[in-house]
């Protein structure tokens, strides 16, 4: 496929591309034993909870498009007592062994707690390669998490992200395409042909439910979430600096919903602002300029009256599928609007 070789060609091109320039950091990975990435940050209990990928160094599996070579298989949380302080990992919290309908590929996670409990989203293929969302609860938020037997009816693709608003109703965001499998879902119905927009189409767009009470299930058919320019129009696909490609996340600002999110192949984080959580939120900007690697998967949390940026690069390992999670002080203007971030001096 000629757009597999571009993917794989784009993946050489970023990483050579800081390599060449010999940009510093400024912020360090929060841990260097074990590879971790989209980290999902939260503060329970006035402690700050990372909940983010394990890489692992699969070399039994061929590098791809679709991402193959991603092939996580557990959970490792992350604790801190402050930002800038010791990091603690607390161990393995979930393993794809315990999960009775998973396939392959445990990917992006997410947290939250409600009513005594603590819930684990996480996106994993299942037993005939389609990526699905399931849901593993615990009373610690640390785990370990049990999850349930079967994926949350109606989910589909990658990057499960939850927010709770300030009226109590919870709400799931979710979707990547590529190796995400976005493409193939049309009106919530599953096309294994699903093929990926041309440029002048309207482009993907990330999906949101409201979650029942149980947190557990949707309580409502999925939707798309609309994002759209200044003008009030769609994104294209040929807009791949601004439109969605994946890592959804929302967040609650003065009054505003903030939508965030990767634009993968151009690698940016974007974010869009809205009046309520379902959108449609107006495109404002860049939140994270790109980072050494390919992807990016980001949480933005408040921590005491300031807030931060939890993101990866591969300063590490300086490869793509081995990242490492970082975080750095992020800073609204008076307007509301995000100044964007440069990772590297």
């Known amino acids: 496929m000629k757009r597999t070789y571009t993917a794989l060609a784009l993946i050489g091109c970023s990483l050579t591309a800081f390599s060449q320039t010999n940009k510093t950091p400024k912020d360090q990975p929060l841990v260097s034993h074990i590879y971790t990435a989209d980290p999902s940050a939260h503060v329970f209990n006035g402690k700050i909870y990372i909940y983010p990928s394990h890489d692992i160094d699969a070399k039994d599996v061929k590098e791809d498009d679709e991402g193959g070579h991603f092939a996580m298989r557990d959970y490792h949380i992350l604790s801190m007592d402050k930002i ?84 109590g109703k919870a709400y799931l965001y979710f979707g990547g395409i590529w190796g995400g499998q976005l493409q193939r879902w049309s009106g919530n119905n599953y096309d294994p042909k699903g093929a990926l927009k041309k440029k002048e189409e309207v482009a993907y767009l990330p999906r949101v439910a409201r979650l029942s009470t149980d ?70 900007g860049i939140v994270l300029q790109p980072v050494l690697g390919w992807t990016n998967h980001h949480s933005i949390v408040q921590v005491g009256d300031k807030w931060y940026l939890f993101y990866h690069d591969v300063q590490l390992s300086g490869k793509t599928h081995l990242r490492n999670v970082k975080v750095t002080e992020l800073t609204y203007n008076p307007d509301g609007t995000i100044q964007p971030i440069d990772a590297y001096k």
């Open 84 to 167: 800038g302080g010791p990091v603690k990992d607390n161990g393995v919290a979930l393993d794809i062994k315990d999960i009775p309908w998973a396939g392959r590929q445990l990917w992006a996670p997410d947290a939250t707690y409600k009513n005594g409990t603590y819930y684990l989203y996480f996106p994993v293929k299942d037993k005939q390669d389609v990526f699905r969302i399931g849901v593993a609860t615990s009373k610690n938020p640390t785990g370990p998490f049990k999850p349930e037997s079967e994926p949350i009816k109606g989910s589909y693709s990658i990057d499960p992200t939850v927010f709770q608003d300030t009226d």
């Open 215 to 284: 947190m557990k299930s949707f309580a409502e058919p999925v939707r798309e979430v609309q994002l759209l320019d200044k003008a009030g129009k769609p994104f294209l696909e040929k807009d791949n600096d601004k439109r969605f490609f994946e890592a959804a996340w929302l967040h609650k600002y003065k009054g505003k919903y903030y939508f965030s999110y990767s634009t993968g192949d151009t690698h940016n984080l974007c974010y869009a602002i809205g009046d309520n959580p379902y959108g449609p939120f107006t495109y404002q």
